[in-house]
């Protein structure tokens, strides 16, 4: 298996604008996750799916953020309008069902977003 | 609440030398814990893991046991390499959390060679 994969893995874009990012899990994984990497901050999750439903999405910073998966092949995050806070390493992860008590989650390489 | 501190980095040690980044954490229930790792420019991999108290978990020379009585999950090596270098998290999930890792701010490791 490829792994998760994410696009793009570099995004420079001004603010104002329009950003989605895109993740591919790894397939037959039923959970989706998303996460956000900043000096500042550290690793935040914003939101996870299972089977493709929204479970948990009270890590969303604000409205501008949105996420949807449309099937289970592939998930986006859209920021609209992008704003320069919000200049970050966006990472997707991806986790079998099963696997109680723990459940290893697969990260995918990361998409770094620059906001000017 | 949950939590997970971790030792403050960065960290820079010469090779071979012994490895210990301390973690801490706060969960309801019985929670597993994790030891995650990032190499530059890559995305976070599953380093180690233990589920229940007293596991220990253990992969490519890097150790830690699960500590319940002082909620500790410490991560060590006997002697690191150049290759070793990396930013490491400490996580878990607790019981009642669904699917949430909690990640700790993640430490910095320099080997010199």
């Known amino acids: 298996d490829a792994g998760v994969i994410q696009s793009p893995r570099h995004e420079v874009t001004e603010m104002g604008q329009e950003v989605t990012l895109r993740c591919k899990p790894i397939s037959g994984h039923d959970y989706l996750f998303w996460y956000r990497q900043t000096m500042m901050r550290g690793l935040e999750l914003l939101i996870y799916f299972n089977n493709n439903v929204p479970i948990d999405d009270s890590g969303m910073p604000e409205d501008r953020f949105s996420a949807k998966m449309p099937n289970a092949s592939f998930s986006t995050l859209k920021i609209q309008p992008s704003e320069p806070r919000d200049s970050a390493v966006y990472f997707c992860?991806?986790?079998?069902?099963?696997?109680?008590?723990?459940?290893?989650?697969?990260f995918g390489p990361g998409t770094r977003l620059t906001v000017t | 609440g949950n939590s997970v501190t971790q030792m403050e980095g960065p960290v820079t040690l010469s090779e071979e030398a012994f490895l210990t980044i301390n973690c801490t954490y706060t969960a309801t229930g019985y929670p597993s814990l994790f030891w995650y790792v990032q190499y530059p420019g890559e995305g976070l991999q599953l380093l180690l893991k233990a589920t229940k108290a007293d596991d220990k978990g253990s992969n490519k020379g890097f150790e830690a046991t699960y500590r319940k009585e002082t909620t500790s999950f410490h991560l060590e090596k006997g002697s690191v390499q150049v290759s070793d270098s990396a930013v490491y998290f400490c996580a878990h999930i607790s019981s009642g959390s669904a699917r949430q890792l909690t990640f700790g701010s993640g430490t910095q490791l320099t080997v010199l060679p």
């Open positions: 992860a991806s986790s079998q069902e099963g696997g109680i008590p723990y459940y290893e989650q697969y």
